[in-house]
């Protein structure tokens, strides 16, 4: 038995755009260029790991997947790239899946 849920940054993205920021199953798939059932679909993985990892006291490790940070996070505090919410974006290797702040 594992001591730790693994959790993709694509999952922990979701989370944080709908949990955390607010925006809804729709503009969190605009955002991350996805269709919303996919969006849908990563949010209940993470729901579910996340239940997981706190009911029964596992670590919550998060990783995979291709991302960067935008550059000037420190100084907008939180804004990111080109004034948008936070600066994170996101890359599946094939061009497709990406958060805020495109280069």
Known sequence: MENHVKMTVDEYETIRLIDL??????ECAQQM???RSTIQGI????R?????????GKTLL????QYRLCEGLENDRGRG???RRHGRCFNN???RRRGRGRE
Do not use: D, M, R, W
């Not at 579910?48 to 029964?56: D, F, R, T, Y």
């Not at 998060?62 to 997947?65: A, L, N, T, V």
């Open 21 to 26: 920021e607010g925006l809804t199953q729709e």
């Open 33 to 35: 260029e996805v269709a």
């Open 43 to 46: 949010y209940i993985k993470a």
């Open 48 to 56: 579910e790991k996340l239940a997981e990892s706190l009911v029964n």
């Open 62 to 65: 998060i990783e995979g997947g």
């Open 81 to 83: 790239c080109h004034g």
């Open 93 to 95: 290797g094939a061009g």
